[in-house]
């Protein structure tokens, strides 16, 4: 069951994911 908490863990979970997919980015050029 999704509660306002694990929606919320969720966005911080793919908004995290999306910020070290940058850095990474940023390393390799």
Not at 22 to 28: L, N
């Given at each position: 069951m999704l509660t306002a908490q694990g929606g919320m863990n969720l966005k911080g979970a793919v908004l995290t994911?999306?910020?070290l997919t940058?850095?990474?980015?940023?390393?390799?050029t």
């Open positions: 994911g999306a910020n940058q850095k990474i980015y940023v390393a390799q």
